[in-house]
Antibody, heavy 119, light 110 residues
Framework: QVQLQESGPGLVKSSENLSLTCNVS?????????WGWIRQPPGKGLEWIGN???????YYNPSLESRVTISMDTSHDRFSLNLKSVSAADTAVYYC????????????WGQGTRVTVSS | QTLVTQEPSFSVSPGGTVTLTCALT?????????PTWYQQTPGRAPRTLIY???TRSSGVPNRFSGAILGSKAALTITGAQAQDESDYYC??????????FGGGTKLTVL
């Protein structure tokens, strides 16, 4: 059974870059599927950030595209999120996910990691 | 800018039936948008309930069902139970790899 685990700093200063990593177990990234990130600000709804396929295809939320990069290390079965120039609006729980057999189905989720942007 | 809208909140009595909806601010929802429904309880990651409009995810009770009703995607809970009190989110595929979530519906069972 695939398991995902996020890691990274819980506190980031405003205007700096946020970097998170998702370690995957029970499944090899090189087998396929899209892998990505979803976030949830405190008390608010879910926001899709983007997806990456091991063959290189990426899709990003247009509202974040200028600041987001998702990358992958298939040799270590992990993928990463980099979000540039963060602000308080980027404070959220960040989930790493696997996209399933259809494009709006996220069938595996990490437990989530809380990131706070401080001024 | 297209948005996905859901009822902010809904209430249902135990044993009752409730239908939550998922709409687009421009246009109608169809199966081409691959409507997916997620359930989330506080402090937990979301759980997939329904995908591809009406397919229940593994382990999801059959009191949950999905459909297209008119111009919206719909999630119906028939015979609501106390443990169904949660936040429910729909997700739609807008094409070109882009996914949009609705704002969520907070369901109260009382």
């Amino acid at each position: 059974q695939v398991q995902l685990q996020e890691s990274g700093p819980g506190l980031v200063k405003s205007s700096e870059n946020l970097s998170l990593t998702c370690n995957v177990s029970g499944f090899s990234l090189s087998f396929g599927f899209y892998w990505g990130w979803i976030r949830q600000p405190p008390g608010k709804g879910l926001e899709w950030i983007g997806n990456l396929h091991p063959k290189g295809t990426t899709y990003y939320n247009p509202s974040l595209e200028s600041r987001v990069t998702i990358s992958m290390d298939t040799s270590h079965d992990r993928f990463s999120l980099n979000l540039k120039s963060v602000s308080a609006a980027d404070t959220a729980v960040y989930y790493c996910v696997r996209r399933g057999g259809n494009p709006s189905l996220f069938d595996s989720w990490g437990q989530g990691t809380r990131v706070t942007v401080s001024s | 800018q297209t948005l996905v809208t859901q009822e902010p909140s809904f209430s249902v009595s135990p044993g009752g039936t409730v239908t939550l909806t998922c709409a687009l601010t421009s246009g109608s929802v169809s199966t081409n948008y691959y409507p997916t429904w997620y359930q989330q309880t506080p402090g937990r990651a979301p759980r997939t309930l329904i995908y591809s409009t009406n397919t229940r995810s593994s382990g999801v009770p059959n009191r949950f069902s999905g459909a297209i009703l008119g111009s919206k995607a719909a999630l119906t809970i028939t015979g609501a139970q106390a443990q169904d009190e949660s936040d429910y989110y729909c997700a739609l595929y807008l094409g070109r790899g882009i996914v949009l979530f609705g704002g969520g519906t907070k369901l109260t069972v009382l």
